[in-house]
């Protein structure tokens, strides 16, 4: 299944837990010395404001962040049942 798509139907379909599935996503960094640091992340469904074309709008922590779905490795149903993933 296409990620936007999933997401849409996690979204939309009552029977869903939207809310409570959790999106893992590669974030990458800078350190002091301007060297790369990747590591996963992850938010909830209910921190989802916005799906664009391409990229998910999520406000955490009063913090606004915005991820391209090509960053998004995983989405976890709220049985933690893996609904999609990304291969490596």
Do not use: C
């Amino acid at each position: 299944m296409i990620l936007r798509d999933l997401l849409s139907k996690l979204k939309w379909d009552p029977r869903e837990d939207f809310d409570n599935a959790t999106i893992s996503y590669l974030d990458r960094t800078q350190d002091a010395r301007g060297a790369t640091i990747a590591r996963l992340r992850s938010f909830r469904g209910g921190d989802v404001v916005e799906m664009g074309r391409g990229v998910i709008v999520v406000k955490k922590d009063d913090e606004i962040s915005h991820i391209p779905f090509h960053r998004v490795r995983e989405i976890r149903s709220s049985d933690g049942r893996v609904r999609w993933s990304r291969g490596t």
